[in-house]
C-alpha cells in the first residue's frame, strides 16, 4: 500500500508519482510546504498538477518582477544622468572670485557694440571740445597728447583683464570638458551595464520559457497517460 506523502491517504495503483521522478523546480516548491517530503516518497498526479500550476505561476510572476526591477533601473539612470548635467554652470560660477567676476564683465563690456559706439562719441566729444569750444585756450590741444595719454593707459590696463577673462573661458572650457567626460563615461558605463542585464534577461527568460513548456509537456504526457487508460 503505497500513501501519499501530503494526504496520507492510499494511493490507487497508476496514480503515483515517486519524488526522484519530479522536476527539480516542482521539487523544491512540494518541499517548501511539506519539509520532510523526500524523494523516496509519493504523491499523486492530482498533487503534482496542483503544484504544477503554481510552479507555473511562480515562473510568470518571477518574470514581471525581473522585469519590473530592470525598467526601475533604467528611470534610475536616466534620471541621474539628468541631475548630473544640469548644475555645471552653477558650479562653475559659484568658484568665481570678486577679481574674476568683475575681469568677466570688463571683458564682455570691451568687446561689445556699446562700447565701441560710447569710446568713439567720447573721442569726438574730446576733440571737438579742444578744437570748437575751447579755441583760444584748449585744455589739451592737438595732437592731444593727454588724450593718447588716456588711451595708452586704457589699453594697458585693458588687456591684461580681457587676458585674464580669457584665461577664465580657457578654464571654464575646461571644466566643461570634464564634465562632458565624465557624462559620457558615465552614459557608457550604464548602457554596457543595462546591455548585460538586457542580455542575462533574455538568456534568462528563454531558460523560463524552455521550463515552462517542459512542464506542460509532461502535463500533456499525463493526460495522455490518462486518455489512454479510459481508452
Request: glycine share 4%; net charge neutral.
Amino acid at each position: 500500500m503505497i500513501l501519499s506523502h501530503i494526504t496520507k491517504n492510499e494511493i490507487t495503483l497508476g496514480e503515483e508519482i515517486k519524488g526522484k521522478d519530479i522536476r527539480k523546480g516542482i521539487f523544491a516548491l512540494i518541499k517548501k510546504d511539506y519539509p520532510n517530503f523526500k524523494k523516496e516518497d509519493f504523491i499523486t498526479i492530482a498533487e503534482l498538477n496542483k503544484y504544477r500550476r503554481l510552479y507555473l505561476t511562480y515562473l510568470v510572476m518571477e518574470e514581471k518582477g525581473a522585469q519590473a526591477i530592470l525598467d526601475k533601473e533604467v528611470m534610475t539612470a536616466i534620471e541621474n544622468n539628468s541631475i548630473l548635467s544640469e548644475n555645471i554652470q552653477d558650479e562653475i560660477e559659484a568658484k568665481l572670485t570678486l577679481g574674476q567676476r568683475v575681469a568677466d564683465k570688463v571683458a564682455a563690456f570691451g568687446g561689445s557694440w556699446t562700447f565701441i559706439i560710447t569710446f568713439f562719441a567720447f573721442l569726438i566729444v574730446w576733440m571737438a571740445i579742444n578744437i570748437w569750444v575751447f579755441t583760444a585756450k584748449p585744455f589739451d590741444p592737438y595732437p592731444f597728447i593727454l588724450l593718447n595719454l588716456i588711451l595708452s593707459c586704457l589699453a594697458a590696463i585693458q588687456a591684461p583683464i580681457i587676458m585674464m577673462s580669457q584665461n577664465r573661458q580657457e578654464q571654464k572650457d575646461r571644466q566643461r570638458n570634464e564634465h562632458d567626460y565624465k557624462i559620457n563615461l558615465k552614459a557608457e558605463l550604464e548602457i554596457k551595464l543595462l546591455s548585460e542585464k538586457m542580455d542575462h534577461l533574455l538568456v534568462h527568460q528563454n531558460k523560463k520559457l524552455l521550463e515552462i513548456q517542459e512542464v506542460q509537456i509532461d502535463y500533456l504526457e499525463d493526460l495522455m497517460k490518462e486518455v489512454k487508460k479510459k481508452h
